[in-house]
Every structure is written in C-alpha cells, then in structure tokens.
C-alpha cells in the first residue's frame, strides 16, 4: 500500500522568508505523481505543484518549487519569498501512474506566516 | 458553474440518522470523487465514478454508506444510521478524463458533518 508522511505537523516562517516542508513516501511502483495540495481555512483544496516520477528536473510554479529526491523517496516543498496568503494546510498526495486517480495524502503540515 | 460546490456546509445529525450530501462538479467534468477527511488528517479516499459509473468503492469504510450518481453528474453520498466516527469533512473532487499527465483534481469546499 502506498503511504505519505509528513513528519511536520506545524511550520513557521517570517513574511519575505523561505521556508521547506517535508515529505517522504513509500511505494514499489516506479510511474507515479506527486502532489502539494494547500487547504485554507476556508478548506477549498488548491493544487500548489505537481511532480511527475519519470521527470529528473525539480518541477517550479512561480515561488514554489520543489526538491524531488526519487531514490530516497523525498519531495519536499520550498516556498520562497512567504506572503501572508501562503499560510494554511499543506498537504502532500501521491498518485499511482496506472489507476484511475485515486489519491494518497499524508497528514498535512500547518504553516503560519508571521507579518 | 465555476467550480465544485457542496451542499450543505454543514450537516449535525443525531445517531442513528440518515444524512444525504451533495456534490455538483465542475460542468463536463467525467470523474469524480468522494473523500473524508477526519479532524487533523489528510484526506482519505471513499470512492471514485467515471460518468454513472462507480469503478471503485473501495474506501467506503462499511454498507452504511452509499454513493451514487445516477446521471453522471451530481453525486449523492448517503450515510445510513450515522455513528459519531463518521463526523469528518466530506470532499468532492471532479476531474476530466484520464490524461497523460493526470489532470488536476478540483476540490469542493467540503461538507462538516457533526454526529451527536
């Protein structure tokens, strides 16, 4: 069965700061996705980022980029320059490659961006 | 419309009673999903429809809950004889058709079930 963890249940960061949170994953498939989904309080669920297994290159979304570490199974989310608004539940999902879209996330990681 | 809706935003039922929640997903969306999301946890999948069909209910954690989505767009989950483990968030998530990469899961902004 495939599992995500993140092992972050709070993180904080200074406004302008950069901050990374963490996720690691355990899978014997070698064609999957992975995910950063945030949650505001509002509890909308917005994708952030996508990364795809067979790509080496980190995948980048403006502030947002990731560190995708395949043989260790780590894909960690840095967000520079934090803003006000990045503050949430960030949740990381993993994707099979050959089902249907059924995603696995893990337990989320509060982050609180101080003015 | 212009994204997933839910309805209602939030459900207190008494145990023991029936709940019905809706989701209307994004128009021309094919798949869509349901999951719970217990208090301080991610997301767990309960089922998955592609049109009116429902190709996996593999999440649903027992018969006394029911999804369904009969004309393959507005979904209904039912939970029958609610019990307090079932107070949670339901999510809805609608997507196109399986592509190469997977296309993006649109959330809606959920249903608070409270049982008491």
């Known amino acids: 069965a495939q599992t995500v963890t993140q092992s972050q249940p709070e993180m904080s960061v200074q406004e302008a700061e950069t901050v990374t949170l963490s996720c690691t994953y355990d899978?014997?498939?070698?064609?999957?996705?992975l995910f950063w989904y945030k949650q505001p309080p509002s509890r909308q669920m917005i994708l952030v980022i996508r990364?795809?297994?067979?790509?080496?290159q980190n995948a980048t979304e403006n502030r947002f980029s990731v560190n995708f570490q395949k043989a260790a199974k780590s894909f960690s989310l840095k967000i520079s320059d934090s803003q006000l608004g990045d503050a949430a539940m960030y949740f990381c999902?993993?994707?099979?490659?050959?089902?249907?879209?059924?995603?696995?996330f893990g337990r989320g990681t509060q982050l609180t961006v101080w003015p | 419309g212009a994204g997933v809706s839910q309805s209602p935003r939030y459900k207190v039922a008494k145990r023991g009673q029936d709940v019905a929640l809706r989701c209307d997903p994004i128009?021309?969306?094919?798949?869509l999903f349901w999951y719970q999301q217990a208090l301080g946890q991610g997301p767990e999948f309960l089922t998955y429809?592609?049109?009116?069909?429902?190709?996996?209910k593999s999440g649903l954690p027992s018969d006394r809950f029911f999804a369904e989505r009969p004309e393959g767009s507005v979904s209904t989950l039912k939970i029958q004889r609610t019990q307090q483990e079932d107070s949670a968030v339901y999510l809805c998530?609608?997507?196109?058709?399986?592509?190469?990469?997977?296309?993006?899961?649109?959330f809606g902004p959920g249903t608070r079930l409270t049982v008491t």
């Open positions: 998530a609608s997507t196109l058709p399986s592509g190469t990469p997977p296309r993006e899961q649109y």
């Open positions: 899978t014997s498939e070698s064609d999957y996705y």
């Open positions: 990364q795809e297994a067979y790509k080496q």
């Open positions: 999902a993993y994707l099979r490659g050959s089902t249907l879209g059924r995603l696995y």
């Open positions: 128009s021309g969306h094919v798949s």
């Open positions: 429809f592609q049109n009116e069909a429902q190709l996996d």
